[in-house]
C-alpha cells in the first residue's frame, strides 16, 4: 500500500525535491552567457587598443622613469634616515623635482601634505594610491636595488644609514679616524694600497684594494684602536642587547651577545674584534652551526633583533610617510599624446562596444520583463479581489518554475478561501444548535411553560457542555495551527493509558450494546517503551474511541491494541470497530475539520466533526501521523503512529510550554 499522508493522499513533493534545470537552459546560465560575451568584446577590444597605443610610450619612459623614481625614494629615505622629523624637506623634495622634471610629494599617512613640489595656490589632487612609503625602517628592496645597483639588501629591511644612537660624537670620530689614517699610512707603506672610508654613524674603516681584508694578516700594522667598540657604541650595543633579550624571552628562549656588526653568540663568549671592515668582519665571526642552535631558533634571534633594531631607532628617524611622483603638471602617472587616427579609432571601437551592450541588455532584459509584469498584473488582480487568471508558463527556467508556483498559490488560497466560507458556515450551524436549545428552555421558562426542576437543569447543562466542548475543540485546533499546542512528555505505560480510555468510555459502550477490549501484544511481541504527553494522548484515543462507539450497532465490538513497528523506533496503536465502515469516497476526508458521512448532522449519528481533525493534529505534534481503513458494512481501523522518542517538532513545543496542560476531560466527537 503506497505511503499516504493524513488525508489519504500521496506526501507532497517540495521544491526541494524538483530537477535541477541544466546551466544551459536556466535564467542564470543564459545571463553568464551574455555577459561573458560582453566582457570578452570589452576586454579585447580595450587590450589591442591598450598594445596599439600605449606600448611605444611605455617602453620609452620605462626605463627612464623607473631609475629617476628610485633615485627620488633614495634621497628621501636617506633624509628620513637622519633625521627624526620631516622638518626642512620641502627644499630636498624642490630639489629633487627640479633635478627630475617630475612632480614629488610627500604626505603622511592620513594624507596631509608635508611637501609638495607643486606651484600655485591650489595644485592638482594627489591620486588614491601612492608611488611609495618612505620608510627608513621597511624599505621597499625592489627600489632600494633599483638606485643602488645592487641586490644585496639588508634581512631586517632597515635602511642602513639609520644608526641612531650608533652615531659617534665628534671626539670619538677623530680619535677613530686618527687611528684609522696611522693604519692607512702604515699599509701604504708596506705595499698595499688602502684608504679610510667613513660609515653613516661615523666610524671609520680601512678599504683594501681589492676588497681581500686577509691582506692586513702578514703585515705589523697594527689596527687594534679600531677593533674596539666605543663607549657611545657600546651603551647603544647594550640597549639593543636588552631590547633582543626581552623579546626573546617572551618566547621562551634564551639571551643572546650581540656584537657591533650584529652578528650574535649564546653562552659566555669572548668580545670579538672589530675588523676594518664590518661586513668581512661578519663574515669571519663564529656562526652558530646547526648541531648548536636550529634553524627556528636561528630565525628567532634574527626576528627579535630586527624588532629590538627597529624599536630603538624608532624615536631617530622621521615617521613613515607616502610618496607621490608625476609628472609636472601634476598628473600621477606619466602621460602621452594620442594621435588623432588613434583618438577616432577608440571612440569608434568604444562605440560599437556600447551599441553590443545596450543591445544585448535589451534583450535579455525584455525576456525577464514581460514574464514579470504578468505575474505583477495577476498579483494586482488577486489584491483588487478579482478573479485570479493563471499566468501564462512560456518557458522551462527559473520565470517559468515562479509562474507555476503563482498559479498553484493562487489555486491554493482560492481552496483555502472556500473552506473558510465552509469552516465559518459550520462554526456557525454547530453553535447554532445548542445556543437556540439554551434559549429556548429559558424562554419556556420565563414564560411559565416549563417549571425550573432537576430535569431542566440537566438539559440545559448538557447543552452548556455540548457547546463547550466545541469551543475547547477550536481552541486545541487554533494552537495546533499556530504552533503554540503544549506538550509535556514523559514516559508513558501504555497497558495502563489503554485501559483508562477504554474505562473512561465503558459505560457510554455498554449503554451502546458494544463490547470494548484492550489488547497489548501482537504476536507475543509486547509494545516498547514510548514518550508522550499522556493527557493529549488520551485525548486523540479517546476522540477515536467515542467514534468507534458511535458508529457501532449493537452487539459490535471495539478493540484497542498497541504493539511496535517492524522498524522498533515507533509505536502503533490501533482503534479497530465493527462498525457500518466508511466508503472509499468519504475515506480521504474523515480528518478534515467539519466532516461528517451523515450529512444530517444528527448528533444521534454524528458529533461536531473535529475530532479526527484534533487527533491527526495530536499526532503530528507528538512528531507522528494518523491513518485510516476501512470497508464498507465490515468496520474501520484507524491507527496511530507515535515515535518512541519525542519528535524535533515536540521538542520545539516543549521549549515554548509555561505551565500545567489543559486536561480535556472529554472525548470529543467525529
Not at 568584446?41 to 597605443?53: F, R
Not at 619612459?61 to 636617506?78: F, H, M, P, S, V
Request: glycine share 10%.
Amino acid at each position: 500500500m503506497p505511503r499516504r499522508d493524513g488525508r489519504g493522499r500521496p506526501p507532497h513533493r517540495s521544491g526541494r525535491d524538483r530537477q535541477r534545470l541544466p546551466l544551459r537552459k536556466s535564467l542564470l546560465g543564459r545571463l553568464l552567457t551574455v555577459s561573458v560575451l560582453v566582457a570578452a568584446c570589452s576586454v579585447a577590444a580595450t587590450a589591442w587598443l591598450a598594445v596599439q597605443t600605449t606600448s611605444g610610450a611605455i617602453k620609452q619612459e620605462q626605463g627612464q622613469n623607473l631609475t629617476a623614481d628610485a633615485r627620488i625614494y633614495n634621497k628621501l629615505l636617506g633624509y628620513a634616515a637622519g633625521h627624526p622629523r620631516w622638518d626642512g624637506v620641502g627644499r630636498t623634495v624642490r630639489d629633487l623635482a627640479a633635478e627630475s622634471g617630475r612632480r614629488v610629494a610627500l604626505t603622511t599617512q592620513g594624507r596631509a601634505v608635508i611637501a609638495d613640489s607643486a606651484t600655485g595656490s591650489s595644485p592638482p589632487a594627489l591620486p588614491a594610491q601612492a608611488s611609495a612609503i618612505v620608510d627608513p625602517l621597511s624599505v621597499d628592496t625592489a627600489l632600494a636595488a633599483q638606485s643602488t645597483g645592487s641586490h644585496d639588501t639588508a634581512a631586517d629591511r632597515v635602511d642602513p644609514r639609520a644608526v641612531g644612537p650608533f652615531r659617534l660624537p665628534a671626539a670619538e670620530r677623530t680619535r677613530l679616524r686618527r687611528a684609522a689614517d696611522r693604519g692607512v699610512a702604515c699599509l701604504n707603506d708596506a705595499g698595499i694600497a688602502s684608504d679610510v672610508v667613513e660609515g653613516p654613524s661615523g666610524r671609520p674603516r680601512i678599504q683594501i684594494v681589492g676588497n681581500d681584508p686577509d691582506r692586513i694578516l702578514g703585515t705589523r700594522c697594527a689596527t687594534d684602536a679600531l677593533d674596539e667598540p666605543t663607549g657611545t657604541e657600546k651603551k647603544a650595543l647594550s640597549a639593543l642587547n636588552q631590547l633582543a633579550d626581552a623579546c626573546l624571552d617572551r618566547q621562551g628562549r634564551a639571551g643572546v651577545h650581540l656584537r657591533l656588526d650584529l652578528s650574535w653568540g649564546q653562552g659566555a663568549q669572548p668580545e670579538p674584534s672589530i675588523g676594518p671592515d664590518r661586513r668581512a668582519v661578519a663574515t669571519l665571526a663564529p656562526v652558530p652551526t646547526p648541531a648548536v642552535q636550529s634553524s627556528d631558533n636561528e630565525r628567532a634571534i634574527a626576528s627579535c633583533v630586527g624588532t629590538a633594531r627597529r624599536e630603538q631607532l624608532s624615536s631617530y628617524v622621521a615617521s613613515p610617510a607616502l610618496l607621490y611622483i608625476g609628472d609636472s603638471g601634476g598628473a600621477t602617472v606619466p602621460g602621452f599624446d594620442l594621435s588623432p587616427a588613434n583618438t577616432a579609432r577608440i571612440a569608434g571601437v568604444a562605440a560599437l562596444v556600447l551599441a553590443f551592450t545596450i543591445g544585448a541588455s535589451v534583450l535579455a532584459g525584455a525576456r525577464l520583463v514581460r514574464p514579470l509584469q504578468a505575474l505583477t498584473g495577476a498579483a494586482q488582480r488577486m489584491r483588487d479581489g478579482a478573479e485570479s487568471v493563471p499566468v501564462p508558463v512560456t518557458a522551462d527556467n527559473e520565470i517559468g518554475q515562479l509562474a507555476a508556483a503563482f498559479n498553484d498559490m493562487t489555486t491554493h488560497l482560492a481552496r483555502l478561501e472556500a473552506q473558510r466560507k465552509v469552516m465559518v458556515s459550520d462554526v456557525a450551524h454547530e453553535l447554532r444548535t445548542p445556543l437556540s436549545n439554551i434559549r429556548g428552555w429559558l424562554e419556556a421558562a420565563q414564560d411559565g411553560l416549563a417549571d425550573p426542576d432537576p430535569a431542566f437543569v440537566s438539559s440545559l447543562l448538557e447543552e452548556a457542555v455540548q457547546l463547550q466542548h466545541i469551543i475547547d475543540d477550536l481552541q486545541d485546533l487554533a494552537e495546533a495551527d499556530a504552533g503554540a499546542l503544549r506538550l509535556h512528555p514523559r514516559p508513558v505505560r501504555i497497558r495502563e493509558l489503554l485501559g483508562q480510555v477504554a474505562a473512561a468510555h465503558q459505560a457510554r459502550a455498554e449503554t451502546a450494546g458494544v463490547t470494548l477490549t484492550v489488547r497489548t501484544d501482537a504476536a507475543g511481541v509486547p509494545a516498547p517503551a514510548l514518550t508522550a504527553d499522556p493527557v493529549r494522548l488520551r485525548q486523540a484515543i479517546g476522540n477515536l474511541v467515542s467514534n468507534a462507539v458511535r458508529h457501532t450497532p449493537p452487539a459490535g465490538h471495539i478493540t484497542l491494541r498497541a504493539y511496535g513497528s517492524d522498524s522498533g523506533d515507533a509505536v502503533l496503536i490501533d482503534v479497530a470497530d465493527t462498525g457500518s465502515g466508511i466508503s472509499p469516497e468519504d475515506l480521504r476526508h474523515v480528518f478534515d475539520r467539519f466532516w461528517r458521512a451523515e450529512k444530517s448532522r444528527n448528533r444521534r449519528t454524528g458529533g461536531s466533526g473535529l475530532g479526527l481533525a484534533i487527533v491527526r493534529k495530536l499526532a503530528e505534534a507528538h512528531g507522528g501521523g494518523v491513518s485510516a481503513v476501512s470497508t464498507e458494512g465490515e468496520g474501520s481501523v484507524f491507527t496511530l503512529r507515535l515515535p518512541v522518542e519525542p519528535g524535533p517538532r515536540t521538542a520545539a513545543e516543549l521549549s515554548r510550554a509555561s505551565g500545567p496542560p489543559r486536561a480535556p476531560g472529554r472525548g470529543s466527537g467525529a
